[in-house]
């Protein structure tokens, strides 16, 4: 029977992730809370011996980037977080996540390989790998400017029925994600596929904030909906992938870290029976087992 596989990937941004709505409040949070959010979870994964893929927005090593924004530059700038990723004892991957957050699926094919190159200069720069890509806000575009600027995986949409229900446009993606992060519905497991000369691995789940409406989204649910993700992943000899930012662990930060390491806990185990290999984005590429890709139509 193949084995189970799990991979989680990280959204890492501070203040870049809504450089273009930021207000007060998130400068706040990007200043004094999200560094030891990123502390946290570095020892959490060092704890349970799981390496993940953190996909970083490049201008957080770039000091120029930050000139002239507003809020201390510690919200823009963070090299500190990136080289604390660096020294864990896991070896984890820093994957990219663009270079300055722009959108993707609207930017023009020269603003995406101005981007893209920016990104691949900086992670040069400082000898980091430049191999898997996390699409900001999760909005797939330009994946032939994504495959020029040499990365080989990237994250793609999450499978499930909500993605039928994104059709429904942006109110109803919504209602559906939010139903479907409160109901104990076990996450899609995933497989890599070739797409645009690019291996796409799905997101299977979401771990969400717990602010506004989304803090009736019970902890013992997600701890559910994780542990059915695991079980279904080792049953299916598939990819359960699991994402999210360190600005979703803002709010009711302890149960967030509780949920998280009960879950990691659960991975751990499985591992240690060698049912389950947990890896991150880019050890995806390393064997082309890629399936055909997923339809046009999805993208």
Same mark, same amino acid.
């Given at each position: 029977m193949a084995k189970g596989t799990l991979t989680i990937s990280i959204d890492l941004e501070l203040a870049w992730g809504v450089w273009d709505r930021v207000t $007060?409040?998130?400068?706040?949070?990007?200043?004094? &809370?999200?560094?030891? /959010?990123? =502390?946290?979870? /570095?020892?959490?994964?060092?704890?349970?011996d799981v390496p993940v893929t953190w996909a970083m927005v490049a201008a957080l090593l770039d000091p120029k980037s930050a000139e002239g924004r507003p809020g201390p530059a510690s919200c823009w700038y963070a090299p500190d977080v990136i080289e604390q990723i660096r020294q864990a004892r896991v070896r *984890?991957? /820093?994957?990219? *996540?663009?270079?300055r957050h722009i959108d993707l699926a609207a930017a023009t094919g020269s603003a995406a390989d101005a981007d893209l190159d920016f990104a691949r200069q900086v992670h040069r720069r400082h000898g980091l790998a430049f191999q898997s890509f996390v699409f900001p806000r999760n909005r797939i575009g330009n994946l032939d400017a994504v495959a020029r600027a040499g990365l080989q995986v990237f994250r793609g949409r999450d499978l499930g029925w909500t993605s039928a229900a994104s059709r429904g446009g942006r109110w109803a993606a919504k209602a559906a994600n939010l139903a479907d992060k409160a109901l104990p519905i076990a996450p899609c497991t995933v497989s890599a596929r070739q797409r645009a000369g690019l291996i796409d691995v799905p997101g299977s789940m979401l771990l969400i904030?717990?602010?506004?409406?989304?803090r009736f989204v019970f902890p013992p649910v997600t701890r559910a909906k994780l542990a059915m993700g695991l079980d279904r992943a080792i049953k299916d000899g598939a990819t359960?992938? #699991?994402?999210?930012? $360190?600005?979703?662990?803002?709010?009711?930060?302890?149960?967030?870290?509780?949920? #998280?390491?009960?879950?990691?806990? #659960?991975?751990?185990?499985?591992?240690?029976?060698?049912r389950i290999e947990i890896k991150p984005m880019g050890r995806y590429a390393e064997?082309?087992? =890629?399936? $055909?890709? &997923? $339809?046009?139509?999805?993208?």
């Open positions: $007060p409040e998130a400068l706040d949070f990007a200043e004094t &809370v999200e560094r030891p /959010i990123c =502390a946290t979870l /570095i020892a959490l994964f060092d704890h349970y *984890h991957e /820093i994957g990219s *996540h663009g270079g904030g717990r602010n506004g409406i989304r359960f992938h #699991l994402w999210f930012h $360190p600005s979703n662990f803002y709010y009711r930060r302890q149960e967030q870290f509780d949920t #998280l390491a009960h879950f990691l806990r #659960l991975a751990a185990e499985e591992a240690g029976r060698g064997r082309a087992e =890629a399936e $055909p890709a &997923v $339809p046009a139509a999805l993208y």
